[in-house]
């Protein structure tokens, strides 16, 4: 096969004597002398070594006309695969199958542990270490010239300096902050559940408090009772507030808003709804419980009941969905103010009349402030540094802060009166269950389990471990029940349910560091950013245009993930386009005509239960993307495959197979090209 090295085709078992190709020496682990060798000694007794040499077969179609098919076969001897270390076994402290030198094994005593504490904090090599820092600050600019030199891959053992681990979970905090702050700040925000100043700042610094502590759950990885099931994924995956709520939560404020179980004035402006925020966490709360059973299903089966024709384009609508509020709140704001028809008294103009800049729904300056935040992502992506690409929707955010408050379009008022510190329950909300919320969010877990998947697959490649085989699985049965029992406790501590966050992949392969050590700091700075209640009064007070600018642009990301899943994942056969089409098309009306099924039910009795059950399908029909994973879904299991799909799906996977072999075979020029 052209691409390939000459002695990876056909290659046979060599006796070890005979051959030419000298042994790949393993990596031993540090701290242990092996005795120099004496040729005099007495020789010891040969001992039958297990041998590394095997021959793998790997088939590859190579050429597929009609039938008969035509199939050769590749071997490739294991022996002349580079090892990345010894291997070990699974333990609940650092989790299965770790590709680096276990330089911290986890039965060291105490003593052992203190002075390699010590050590970090005393000496330079373990303070700041041999890394190049000015890697991560060096601008992208036209007339600089690119380092040539790579900075080093720190593995999830690997002793990092604790400059650089600090550093680096600084860079993770930001990364997330934007997406952790957005769903608080919609959900109790004026197209929500309405909640005041304080309320509102109380969420925002409990969401940073929660995602900093839950994320130590993940990263750390525990065993559950000695049993084989863990919860955690012991790489770094970060979780933060979910979007795949947002929609739903919002949906479901409105019609509580309409029945009369949150208060309205009788004018009809929204009153402040604190039992409706109790019952949305109280009922998601209930629901998680349908993804910790999930977790204990096989990776594999899940794999296949959720393929990635099921969840891109539910992905897809769900960031299509966020698009419109977002947008709306660039222009002047998401609440009533945002229809200039209806707008009257305290919301003729956005946000509100009371505020220090108040103007009309969609002025030019409104579009200007956000477009500010725009173009400064923009810019931080195209000439940022490193650390600046991977922040550049929190520097975006700055920069749009930094220009209203020039043009006066912060009120300090909420600052002043903010508490210095903030922690977990200082506000409480009534928790209850809420019927119609039911179906709809127990769609949302089932989303968040098959999205959690697809993080900690991505989580692993860039740390370089194994996306398949059962340590793989043991990683996804873990990080998804963990994912559910976030959740859980989110609720309980009064916020909105968690998910894994994929934006932190970029901040693992951009800095080439797949530690613990830098998640662990990037919790700490949460934990610190949420304690700080000045902190987040300062986010609530963040004009709506310049949030617009910034939820817009992470919005849009949303959806692209949803188009990337579909493109790396799905063959675009006959079938497979039936599916999408069919999925889609019901998914997007739903989105951009949203009260299409408020008038199918024309229920007027007074049999509170039966409105609540029509409710409830209301609010999964009007939802686009819980109808495009259940139409999905559902022709995903029973279309069969034609004899066309089938040959044009092995043609996609022979291709992919051999790009990827022709890679292996020539690493070297791939990075010269990079």
Not at 386 to 400: A, D, E, Q, R, W
Not at 606 to 614: M, Q, V
Not at 626 to 636: E, Q
Not at 637 to 660: K, N, Y
Request: glycine content about 10%.
């Amino acid at each position: 096969m052209p691409g390939l090295p000459r002695n990876c085709l056909g290659a046979e078992r060599h006796q070890r004597s005979e051959s030419p190709v000298p042994a790949i020496k393993q990596a031993e682990p540090i701290g242990i002398r092996r005795p120099p060798s004496d040729n005099k000694s007495r020789p010891l007794p040969k001992r039958r070594e297990k041998r590394n040499a095997f021959p793998l077969s790997l088939i590859v179609l190579l050429h597929i006309k009609g039938s008969p098919l035509t199939l050769k076969a590749l071997h490739v001897d294991a022996a002349r695969i580079p090892s990345f270390g010894p291997r070990s076994t699974m333990d609940e402290d650092h989790g299965p199958q770790s590709i680096a030198p276990a330089h911290a094994p986890p039965g060291r005593p105490l003593g052992a542990r203190l002075r390699a504490v010590r050590r970090a904090f005393t000496t330079k090599q373990g303070l700041i270490g041999a890394y190049d820092y000015g890697f991560l600050f060096r601008p992208n600019l036209p007339f600089m010239r690119r380092s040539a030199s790579r900075s080093p891959f720190f593995a999830l053992n690997d002793r990092v300096p604790v400059l650089l681990a600090l550093l680096l979970g600084l860079q993770h905090a930001l990364a997330m902050l934007a997406g952790i702050i957005t769903p608080p700040l919609l959900i109790s925000g004026a197209a929500g559940a309405n909640l005041d100043a304080h309320q509102q700042q109380y969420l925002v610094s409990t969401a940073l408090i929660i995602s900093g502590l839950l994320s130590t759950i993940q990263i750390t990885r525990f065993r559950l009772f000695k049993s084989s099931y863990y919860i955690g994924t012991g790489v770094i995956s970060v979780v933060g507030i979910s979007f795949n709520l947002i929609p739903v939560a919002l949906g479901g404020f409105q019609q509580m808003y309409a029945n009369g179980y949150c208060p309205s004035a009788p004018d009809g402006t929204h009153l402040p709804c604190p039992r409706g925020y109790g019952a949305l966490i109280g009922t998601a709360a209930l629901c998680a419980l349908i993804e910790i059973l999930i977790s204990f299903i096989p990776a594999r089966t899940l794999l296949r009941m959720f393929p990635p024709i099921v969840t891109g384009p539910t992905v897809m609508l769900i960031g299509v969905h966020l698009i419109e509020s977002g947008f709306k709140d660039w222009l002047g704001g998401a609440g009533p103010c945002s229809d200039p028809a209806t707008a009257t008294g305290l919301f003729a103009a956005c946000p509100t009349v009371a505020a220090p800049h108040p103007l009309p729904w969609g002025s030019a300056e409104f579009f200007g402030l956000g477009f500010s935040v725009f173009s400064a992502i923009l810019l931080c992506e195209r000439f940022g540094s490193p650390i600046m690409k991977s922040t550049s929707i929190v520097l975006g955010l700055l920069v749009g802060c930094v220009i209203g408050a020039a043009c006066g379009y912060f009120d300090r008022s909420g600052i002043d009166a903010a508490p210095v510190a903030s922690f977990i329950w200082v506000h409480t909300f009534p928790l209850s269950l809420y019927g119609p919320l039911v179906l709809p969010i127990l769609a949302v877990y089932v989303i968040c389990a098959c999205e959690a998947i697809g993080d900690i697959t991505a989580t692993c490649d860039v740390s370089k471990l194994e996306v398949d085989g059962p340590v793989y699985e043991s990683r996804i049965q873990g990080g998804v029940l963990a994912d559910g029992f976030n959740g859980l406790l989110a609720c309980l501590m009064t916020m909105t349910p968690m998910s894994t966050f994929a934006q932190n992949n970029g901040v693992i392969a951009l800095t080439r560091c797949a530690n613990r050590r830098a998640g662990y700091a990037c919790c700490f700075f949460l934990v610190v950013m949420g304690v700080f209640a000045k902190f987040a009064a300062a986010i609530v007070s963040i004009p709506s245009s310049v949030i617009g600018g910034m939820t817009t642009f992470l919005f849009t990301s949303v959806a692209v993930s949803g188009v990337a899943i579909v493109a790396r994942g799905v063959v675009f056969t006959r079938r497979n386009r039936f599916i999408l089409t069919a999925g889609l098309s019901l998914g997007y009306g739903a989105t951009l005509v949203p009260t299409y099924f408020s008038h199918i039910f024309t229920y007027k009795g007074d049999n509170k239960s039966l409105k609540g059950f029509y409710d409830a399908i209301v609010l999964v029909m009007e939802s686009g993307f819980a109808i495009t994973a259940a139409m999905c879904m559902l022709l995903n299991l029973t279309l069969p495959e034609e004899l066309e799909d089938e040959i044009s799906a092995e043609e996609t996977e022979l291709e992919h197979i051999v790009s990827a072999a022709e890679g292996k075979a020539h690493p070297q020029s791939n990075a010269d090209t990079r």
